[in-house]
């Protein structure tokens, strides 16, 4: 297997170190101890990765290339990075594993490193944001980035990301973004003062509160009308009583009795319907004066949100496939 060929071309190189003048750059000032320590991690390693056990073995193999900076062993470094998904840091080892270029690697193992650079620069992409307004504080997926004003590129792993820019007095923005890996996505920041998104609000339509306020007054208008009639009726009645009844009374052997009963009688419950009307007419109109009151504006603002980068992403896999992601907002 090429990654077996790799290991033992780095154990060849241990043990057969140029001692001339014109040593290699990765050889020279390493001392013989080194050289060995470096050696015996290295094999620690190798037993490690044969197992499958990656992150033991890049414990050891970062521990060989604190002894010895060798482009080999940086490149079993680059193995286990790929193994453990971390192409951002496999990509940064490959750089240094790929130094001084086919020198200190066999032909194979240099063939393949090869390949895994131009595999990982389709793996990663890069973001570049700009943003000129001082104080406002920029989140990628709630780890903060940095403070505006400020521009940078920095690289990520492809996929759907939230990007949120937030100052105190201006209005939050969300921007959805996709990196694509080999790609560049570009973004710029600007918030809007809180004020020039705020609008007024009510908790019911302007109105209808009104409307019930001045219902319940025209409801109870008539109910006072009905009232006034009722009265009237009893100074009638009052009156007709007093003619006809003031001599010999009233008796209900009276010839007028009964018509003066039913003026009566009529002339209550009017009265009572009128009492009833203006106290509905006037229940109505005190909800309709708390519906005015509750009905006040109420200033309110709206987080501003955006995309930038476009919502579908392919993205590489290591067997030679790919994988297509899609982001968006429902």
Known sequence: MSWLRAFVVVGFLVGAAPASADEAPWVKGVTDAQKQAAQHLLEEGNSRFVEKDYKTALEK??????????????????????????????????????????????????REALSYQKLLSTQIGEFELKCDQPQVEVTLDGKKLWDC??????????????????????????????????????SVLTLDPREKA?????????????????????????????????????DNYDSNV????????????????NNLRQQEDSALLLNKVAVGVMVAGAATAVVGGVMIFLNRGQTVYSDSTGM???????????????????????
């Open 242 to 257: 007093a003619g006809l009844c003031a001599e010999r009374g009233c008796a209900p052997t009276f010839p007028g009795y």
């Open 149 to 186: 004003p400020h521009s940078e590129k920095r690289r990520f792993a492809p996929g759907a990301y939230q990007l949120v820019g937030s100052r105190p007095g201006y209005l939050t923005r969300k921007v959805e973004i996709s990196i694509v890996g080999g790609k560049v996505t570009t």
């Open 308 to 330: 930038a980068g476009p919502p579908v992403a392919i993205v590489p896999t290591t067997d030679g496939g790919a994988l297509a992601t899609f982001s968006g907002s429902f």
């Open 61 to 110: 193999y970062r521990g060989a290339v604190a002894q010895w900076d060798h482009p080999a062993i940086r490149f079993n470094i680059v193995r286990c990075l790929i193994f453990l998904d971390q192409p951002i840091e496999a990509f940064d080892e490959l750089k240094l594993a790929l130094k001084y270029d086919a020198a200190p690697l066999e032909d194979a193992v240099y």
């Open 198 to 234: 705020a609008r007024i609000v009510h908790r019911y339509p302007t109105w209808m509160p009104w409307a019930v306020f001045g219902g319940g007054l025209v409801v109870a208008g008539i109910g006072g009308l009905l009232d006034l009639k009722a009265a009237g009726d009893l």
